[in-house]
């Protein structure tokens, strides 16, 4: 018996075709846009399971070896080693373990997602998979900073990203921006490492709108993405490098890279970009030296609920940050 | 020392043009080309030389395949200028993607010769070059990879003259404006240049004119 043949119309299977291969380029396309973001797995993580956190941490080191740590008293205590390897350290898709006393009985975990400071691992235990989220634990608290005070439009006003880090004793603070000055009889601006006494003017959130705050606190991942758009800056403002010409651009450019860099991963904040076309709501409206206060504004307005207030950042200042965010 | 250095060698830097910005403008930055030879940027491209230099980057399809392809002709045209006293740069913006090995393939497929080099580095160095010698003033265009300027840039470090072509130009004028940044010539040999010129002109003027007599018919009069 011949079998029956079901002709297909040309346009029915180019559209099936199409649906196929869209996701596929839609991902392709997806991941383009975005920026590459490497995950590292050095450091310590607290696992999280059915919304029960565990008291023991795990450590991967740099040279190969994942250590149990265990809480005795104050102090945290090697329990067990192993050794780890991931399938492709960037990007993995699987962990595997297997401890130093016996090589040969090794445990695969499957990577299901991960960013800046968190990953999960999927464990099939039949006939359910069980997820584990695991946190970073990291001994220091990071804060990013904007602030900007509204000055005249002709001149503006000092502008600039703070960036601390603190382990609970000791903070270090950088900061980078637009600030004015007296040169001579003339007033003029910089666009530099901002000085110590200008630093201390933004210390407390501003009580009117003569100025403007951000406070936010971040994990590692984007801190070390805004720190080192902020020294590239800071090495064009000393190798008299900065892109332009004009103060108040090199500024606008340099606030709008570090904002953006916070969320090159992940989203940690709601973001208003600076996309310096006719529609832009900030550009397009305001002069380029108040731009600063104005986008800061924004981003306040956006993330009110992120921005640490002046009690709460005295507070965490000095904790220690032992427990995982 | 002679006389003259003696004079002047506290108000200018021997080691550069007096007129020039010298590194302090251009930079130093050490450059990879596409032979993989490190090279720095004011001291090894720059210095005392005629260089027209462009930004590319390999991957883009929209306009250098277009701008590669006219400079290739405009170096036909400059025939052994180049190399020896006009120089040839492509630098790339996207340093990621483009290293020595990526740049060569590229010069090759192109067919660039010796005297035009395809140069990489670090993003930063790239970047600080890239806003000193071709920005929009403009951070939308500027830090858009499609929208970096289809110019070349003439820069004629002797003299600190500097000019600016479209690389969609056509490659006559493209070598037409290396003339542009050249030092000026003695009024004599101007106004020989001025006249060869002129005889092109009318010679072109009166062969797009059309013979006296088409016109009269045209018009109605007696031929």
Same mark, same amino acid.
């Given at each position: 018996?011949?079998?029956?043949?079901?002709?297909?119309?040309?346009?029915?299977?180019?559209?099936?075709?199409?649906?196929?291969?869209?996701?596929?380029?839609?991902?392709?396309?997806?991941?383009?846009?975005?920026?590459?973001?490497?995950?590292?797995?050095?450091?310590?993580?607290?696992?999280?399971?059915?919304?029960?956190?565990?008291?023991?941490? *795990?450590?991967?080191?740099?040279?190969?070896? @994942?250590?149990? &740590?265990?809480? %005795?008293?104050?102090?945290? +205590?090697? !329990?067990?080693?192993?050794?780890?390897? *991931?399938?492709?350290?960037?990007?993995?898709? @699987?962990?595997? &373990?297997?401890? %130093?006393?016996?090589?040969? +009985?090794? !445990?695969?975990?499957?990577?299901?997602?991960?960013?800046?400071?968190?990953?999960?691992? @999927?464990?099939?235990?039949?006939?359910?998979?069980?997820?584990?989220?695991?946190?970073?634990?990291?001994?220091?608290?990071?804060?990013?900073?904007?602030v900007s005070g509204k000055g005249t439009p002709g001149y503006g006003a000092p502008a600039f990203a703070m960036l601390v880090k603190t382990d609970g004793t000791q903070a270090q603070t950088e900061a980078f921006g637009l600030y004015p000055y007296k040169d001579g009889k003339v007033d003029t601006v910089a666009v530099?490492?901002?000085p110590e006494e200008i630093r201390k003017q933004f210390d407390k959130e501003p009580q009117d709108d003569s100025a403007i705050m951000l406070r936010l606190e971040v994990t590692a991942g984007p801190f070390n993405r805004a720190m080192k758009i902020l020294k590239t800056w800071e090495r064009r403002a000393r190798e008299?490098?900065?892109?332009?010409?004009?103060?108040?651009?090199?500024?606008?450019?340099?606030?709008?890279?570090?904002?953006?860099?916070?969320?090159?991963?992940?989203?940690?904040?709601?973001?208003?970009?600076?996309?310096?076309?006719?529609?832009?709501?900030?550009?397009?409206?305001?002069?380029?030296?108040?731009?600063?206060?104005?986008?800061?504004?924004?981003?306040?307005?956006?993330?009110?609920?992120?921005?640490?207030?002046?009690?709460?950042?005295?507070?965490?200042?000095?904790?220690?940050?032992?427990?995982?965010? | 020392?002679?006389?003259?250095?003696?004079?002047?060698?506290?108000?200018?830097?021997?080691?550069?043009?007096?007129?020039?910005?010298?590194?302090?403008?251009?930079?130093?930055?050490?450059?990879?080309?596409?032979?993989?030879?490190?090279?720095?940027?004011?001291?090894d491209l720059i210095r005392g030389k005629i260089s027209l230099i462009n930004f590319i980057y390999t991957g883009c399809t929209k306009s250098c395949p277009r701008s590669t392809g006219n400079l290739v002709k405009a170096q036909k045209l400059l025939g052994d200028r180049v190399g020896r006293d006009v120089f040839m740069?492509?630098?790339?913006?996207?340093?990621?993607?483009?290293?020595?090995?990526?740049?060569?393939?590229?010069?090759?497929?192109?067919?660039?010769?010796?005297?035009?080099?395809?140069?990489?580095?670090?993003?930063?160095?790239?970047?600080?070059?890239?806003?000193?010698?071709?920005?929009?003033?403009?951070?939308?265009?500027?830090?858009?990879?499609?929208?970096?300027?289809?110019?070349?840039?003439?820069?004629?470090?002797?003299?600190?003259?500097?000019?600016?072509?479209?690389?969609?130009?056509?490659?006559?004028?493209?070598?037409?404006?290396?003339?542009?940044?050249?030092?000026?010539?003695?009024?004599?040999?101007?106004?020989?240049?001025?006249?060869?010129?002129?005889?092109?002109?009318?010679?072109?003027?009166?062969?797009?004119?059309?013979?006296?007599?088409?016109?009269?018919?045209?018009?109605?009069?007696?031929?």
């Open positions: 018996m011949v079998p029956r043949r079901f002709p297909v119309k040309r346009s029915t299977f180019l559209f099936s075709v199409a649906m196929i291969l869209l996701p596929a380029y839609a991902a392709v396309v997806a991941q383009e846009g975005q920026k590459a973001c490497e995950f590292n797995i050095v450091g310590t993580w607290q696992s999280t399971s059915n919304g029960h956190t565990n008291p023991t941490l *795990l450590r991967f080191e740099r040279n190969g070896t @994942a250590t149990v &740590l265990s809480r %005795k008293g104050t102090e945290w +205590q090697a !329990t067990d080693t192993s050794t780890f390897k *991931l399938d492709n350290p960037k990007a993995p898709k @699987a962990i595997h &373990l297997a401890p %130093k006393n016996n090589p040969q +009985q090794v !445990t695969s975990l499957e990577i299901t997602q991960h960013d800046d400071g968190a990953f999960t691992t @999927a464990v099939t235990v039949t006939p359910d998979v069980e997820l584990t989220r695991w946190v970073r634990v990291d001994p220091y608290r990071y804060f990013v900073v904007f530099a490492p901002i008299n490098t900065l892109l332009y010409n004009i103060p108040y651009l090199d500024n606008a450019v340099y606030l709008n890279q570090l904002t953006s860099s916070l969320n090159d991963c992940a989203e940690t904040i709601k973001l208003q970009k600076l996309t310096w076309r006719i529609d832009d709501p900030i550009i397009s409206k305001q002069n380029l030296p108040q731009v600063p206060y104005f986008f800061i504004k924004e981003l306040r307005t956006l993330n009110s609920d992120l921005h640490v207030t002046d009690d709460k950042f005295h507070e965490r200042l000095q904790a220690n940050n032992l427990s995982p965010r | 020392m002679n006389r003259r250095d003696l004079l002047t060698c506290h108000v200018t830097d021997k080691s550069r043009p007096a007129a020039s910005m010298g590194p302090e403008f251009y930079t130093n930055a050490v450059l990879r080309t596409h032979e993989n030879k490190p090279v720095k940027f004011y001291d740069y492509s630098i790339t913006i996207k340093p990621e993607e483009d290293d020595p090995e990526v740049l060569r393939s590229y010069a090759r497929s192109h067919g660039a010769r010796p005297g035009w080099l395809f140069l990489t580095g670090s993003d930063y160095d790239l970047t600080t070059i890239r806003f000193k010698l071709a920005r929009w003033d403009h951070p939308k265009l500027d830090f858009d990879p499609d929208q970096h300027t289809g110019m070349v840039r003439y820069i004629n470090d002797s003299l600190n003259l500097w000019t600016m072509c479209p690389t969609y130009a056509t490659p006559r004028q493209l070598v037409e404006c290396v003339s542009w940044i050249e030092p000026t010539k003695p009024f004599a040999a101007r106004l020989r240049e001025n006249y060869v010129k002129q005889a092109e002109i009318d010679r072109e003027t009166r062969q797009a004119e059309p013979p006296r007599s088409v016109f009269r018919r045209a018009h109605g009069w007696p031929a």
